[in-house]
């Protein structure tokens, strides 16, 4: 860098060591190295927290984020336009960064006032819907992208349509390791004389070692002395979902291939330092990955510097890095190849040696000083470029810019309310009314919430805990025999009816198919599609629009990973054809709606209209839910633009009077939710406000100025009447509130919140 360069404070957001993963290795590496080589800058870290209380982290770290909390996110943002930041550094990972597909680092990046450098650790071939707008959203709000590999930078280009000179090519640092002999080493780890392969990194099932442990015995026929260290501690997310199945599967393995005298677990996460070590020692470097998407590796790389033999399954870092005879490539999941070319390379010494020191020429360019000073470069491109850019100012946003703050998400009250049968159906204030038993329809609405906190990654061990109660209850209430489900269980878990309501079931239906296309648990996935398939054919037979409303909604979600069920599609070809019918026949030009009356949960038929006609390609099947939904949604706002649901003491019959009260959580929930439908199809801005409007309702905005919503305890009141609130909690309104609040956090993890006023 020149010494006329103007940037004085560099920002580096990721993950931080003492965090253990290698995105906290490779923030603090490249923030020491940067800083080492231009001393003359101010570096600091911004680290997210996975976990309660954080870690402790050293000086350089100067503000923490805590992984899963939104604002803490805009609080960064905050802070970082206040320091006076010039550059921020940001690692992205998907899996680093709270929300789906890790979008919360869109709530900072979108506040942020100084040029954003991204470093790409990770670039999708196959994103999903969720993670390609998070893709591109972070691809917009950088001034410039750093990819590792040349196929990184390919697939920006081609998949993403990134322009080229937006990419900066810099190489995954490593450290200056000396070319030296490994019996150098050895006799630091007790293998002196003996021929070692060496594989680290964090332990999970992806990484593909127990190849390895196969190929021994044939390895060890011919090279008795070949002793295999596997180095690392299990990965922290895997430790915290499974602990250690996996390692104990492979010390089980090689007892079983009666190898155990030639492996060494080191269970632990080594400073670099001592990794060096390890690494010096080896003769032959193995990576057995299993999944080819990995377009860089920091283990790869470290190895292959250090002037290592290396012998790797074709990822995509490892086909580029190991080409031109710099290492071998063998098949995934390939033992036998693993063995050949083991075997090979110790025979043909010449071969190997010419090897190591291709690998060691080219890794001079990837030691860190030489990275931090294309890294600098990379800065000082973007900060020229942020200077003719321009950038909304921190200081002058006013409140109709500024990022939402929705309400804490509060799980206390739903906890209190569900016991180990289900949630139950009502409460005396906050108190669970265990005389009113439980319901088929909340324990549905229940599930829904459990899954969709589940994708948003909000407590969940919880969230998990939660669902399997809750499908529990599901399936418990399906009787095989009538192909029905019940709807009513006393608290001494009698079943009170026979069978339930055709709402009752199509509710379920819903939430079975959420369970089935939105679940990331297997085991829910097949147990909820498989009730689903059972109970599905009934509601052919219903009478009721929102039965065919709700069934809808559950075809839409369950299709969603299984969209080429043929029968399911042409059920949903069926209740589609069934609403659009009944609108024909009822609707007139003054009262365009599919009944003469507005009763309960009423967004909910145009919200399954957009979602099929949206689903199945039919124009006039959106057309329709769009157009009735507005509708109704003028129909539902005051004339002081809050919303007025549609009151439950009388409903509303075409000419008639309209009752104004009960007003009833259901009802601001439907419309949340179809107002969210509908801006994701077609991006109108004015869907997002009648979304906003809905919510502020449970919030306080509505006919008497009384919040709904009760923060200390997480629950919902169950009504607004003539002159105040139902000071009871039950489930029905507290799950309203709560999907409510999923609903729109899960849109704001996912948009940008246009600056313009609405059309």
């Given at each position: 860098m020149e010494a006329s360069s103007e940037i004085r404070k560099i920002a580096f957001l990721g993950d931080y060591l003492p965090r253990k993963?290698?995105?906290?290795?490779?923030?603090?590496?490249?923030?020491?190295?940067?800083?080492?080589?231009?001393?003359?800058?101010?570096?600091?870290?911004?680290?997210?927290?996975?976990?309660?209380?954080?870690?402790?982290?050293?000086?350089?770290?100067?503000?923490?984020?805590?992984?899963?909390?939104?604002?803490?996110?805009?609080?960064?943002?905050?802070?970082?336009?206040?320091?006076?930041?010039?550059?921020?550094?940001?690692?992205?990972?998907?899996?680093?960064?709270?929300?789906?597909?890790?979008?919360?680092?869109?709530?900072?990046?979108?506040?942020l006032n100084m040029p954003v450098v991204t470093t790409l650790h990770t670039v999708l071939r196959d994103p999903n819907a969720e993670q390609r707008r998070v893709m591109q959203e972070l691809?917009?709000?950088?001034?410039?992208?750093?990819?590792?590999?040349?196929?990184?930078?390919?697939?920006?280009?081609?998949?993403?349509?990134?322009?080229?000179?937006?990419?900066?090519?810099?190489?995954?640092?490593?450290?200056?390791?000396?070319?030296?002999?490994?019996?150098?080493?050895?006799?630091?780890?007790?293998?002196e004389g003996r021929v070692v392969l060496l594989t680290f990194g964090l332990l999970s099932p992806n990484k593909g070692i127990e190849h390895v442990l196969k190929a021994l015995p044939t390895i060890l026929e011919e090279f008795p002395d070949v002793v295999y260290i596997v180095?690392?501690?299990?990965?922290?997310?895997?430790?915290?979902?499974?602990?250690?199945?996996?390692?104990?599967?492979?010390?089980?393995?090689?007892?079983?291939?009666?190898?155990?005298?030639?492996?060494?677990?080191?269970?632990?996460f080594v400073e670099i330092e001592e990794l060096k070590e390890f690494i010096g020692a080896a003769d032959l470097y193995i990576t057995p990955y299993l999944n080819e998407a990995q377009i860089t590796?920091?283990?790869?790389?470290?190895?292959?510097?250090?002037?290592?033999?290396?012998?790797?399954?074709?990822?995509?870092?490892?086909?580029?890095?190991?080409?031109?005879?710099?290492?071998?490539?063998?098949?995934?999941?390939?033992?036998?190849?693993?063995?050949?070319?083991?075997?090979?390379?110790?025979?043909?010494?010449?071969?190997?040696?010419?090897?190591?020191?291709?690998?060691?020429?080219?890794?001079?360019?990837?030691?860190?000083?030489?990275?931090?000073?294309?890294?600098?470069?990379?800065?000082?491109?973007?900060?020229?470029?942020?200077?003719?850019?321009?950038?909304?100012?921190?200081?002058?946003?006013?409140?109709?810019?500024?990022?939402?703050?929705?309400?804490?998400?509060?799980?206390?009250?739903?906890?209190?309310?569900?016991?180990?049968?289900?949630?139950?159906?009502?409460?005396?204030?906050?108190?669970?009314?265990?005389?009113?038993?439980?319901?088929?329809?909340?324990?549905?609405?229940?599930?829904?919430?459990?899954?969709?906190?589940?994708?948003?990654?909000?407590?969940?061990?919880?969230?998990?805990?939660?669902?399997?109660?809750?499908?529990?209850?599901?399936?418990?209430?399906?009787?095989?025999?009538?192909?029905?489900?019940?709807?009513?269980?006393?608290?001494?878990?009698r079943w009170l009816d026979e069978q339930g309501s055709e709402d009752c079931h199509a509710r379920a239906l819903w939430a079975l198919g959420l369970g089935a296309g939105r679940s990331p648990y297997r085991s829910f996935q097949v147990m909820a599609g498989q009730l689903f398939m059972q109970a599905l054919p009934a509601v052919t037979g219903f009478t009721s629009p929102r039965a065919w409303a709700y069934g809808l909604m559950g075809i839409h979600e369950y299709l969603r990973r299984l969209s080429g069920d043929r029968a399911v599609n042409q059920i949903r070809e069926t209740l589609t054809t069934l609403l659009m019918g009944l609108f024909d026949r009822t609707a007139q030009p003054d009262w365009p709606w599919f009944e003469e009356e507005l009763t309960y949960d009423n967004a909910k038929l145009a919200h399954a209209l957009i979602l099929s006609g949206r689903g199945t390609g039919q124009p006039a099947v959106l057309e329709r839910g769009l157009k009735t939904l507005r509708w109704l949604a003028e129909v539902q706002t005051s004339e002081h633009g809050h919303l007025r649901p549609i009151g439950s003491n009388g409903?509303?019959?075409?000419?008639?009077?309209?009752?104004?009260?009960?007003?009833?959580?259901?009802?601001?929930?439907?419309?949340?939710?179809?107002?969210?439908?509908?801006?994701?199809?077609?991006?109108?801005?004015w869907w997002f406000e009648q979304a906003q409007r809905a919510f502020d309702w449970f919030l306080g905005w509505n006919d008497l100025g009384l919040e709904l919503y009760s923060p200390s305890t997480g629950g919902c009141r169950d009504a607004l009447h003539v002159d105040r609130v139902n000071g009871n909690q039950g489930a029905e309104s507290t799950l309203a509130f709560l999907l409510s609040l999923a609903e729109m956090q899960r849109m704001q993890n996912t948009i940008t919140i246009l600056d313009q006023p609405a059309s």
């Open positions: 993963c290698g995105i906290a290795t490779f923030t603090s590496d490249v923030l020491t190295a940067v800083a080492a080589e231009h001393p003359q800058s101010e570096c600091f870290a911004v680290p997210v927290n996975d976990i309660a209380g954080g870690y402790e982290y050293p000086d350089v770290v100067r503000f923490e984020i805590e992984e899963q909390d939104l604002p803490s996110y805009q609080r960064a943002a905050d802070f970082l336009n206040i320091s006076n930041t010039d550059i921020v550094c940001v690692q992205h990972e998907f899996g680093i960064y709270g929300g789906p597909a890790g979008s919360h680092v869109l709530a900072l990046l979108r506040e691809i917009a709000r950088s001034t410039r992208l750093v990819v590792m590999s040349e196929r990184g930078r390919q697939m920006l280009r081609e998949i993403y349509q990134t322009p080229p000179a937006k990419l900066d090519f810099i190489p995954h640092g490593i450290p200056d390791i000396p070319f030296v002999d490994p019996n150098y080493y050895k006799d630091q780890f007790g293998v180095l690392g501690a299990t990965h922290p997310n895997e430790l915290r979902e499974q602990g250690e199945v996996y390692r104990l599967s492979l010390e089980r393995l090689a007892k079983k291939n009666k190898v155990q005298k030639n492996v060494i677990f080191y269970n632990r590796s920091g283990t790869l790389a470290y190895t292959f510097g250090a002037g290592k033999a290396v012998i790797s399954t074709p990822y995509w870092h490892a086909t580029e890095l190991l080409a031109e005879d710099r290492g071998v490539l063998v098949p995934f999941g390939d033992a036998p190849a693993i063995a050949r070319e083991v075997i090979g390379l110790l025979r043909n010494e010449t071969r190997r040696h010419a090897m190591r020191k291709n690998a060691y020429k080219l890794g001079r360019d990837m030691i860190w000083s030489n990275v931090a000073r294309m890294y600098m470069q990379s800065f000082e491109r973007a900060r020229i470029e942020g200077a003719v850019l321009s950038r909304k100012s921190f200081a002058t946003k006013t409140l109709d810019k500024a990022p939402r703050q929705l309400p804490e998400l509060k799980l206390d009250h739903l906890s209190r309310m569900t016991d180990s049968t289900g949630i139950f159906q009502h409460a005396i204030f906050t108190v669970p009314n265990f005389s009113e038993g439980y319901c088929t329809d909340d324990n549905a609405r229940a599930f829904i919430l459990a899954v969709l906190l589940d994708v948003l990654k909000e407590e969940p061990v919880r969230m998990r805990t939660l669902a399997t109660t809750y499908a529990a209850f599901l399936h418990h209430a399906f009787d095989p025999k009538t192909k029905r489900f019940h709807n009513h269980l006393s608290f001494d878990r409903f509303y019959r075409r000419g008639g009077v309209r009752a104004l009260f009960d007003q009833q959580p259901i009802e601001a929930y439907a419309m949340v939710s179809a107002s969210l439908a509908a801006y994701r199809v077609i991006s109108d801005p």
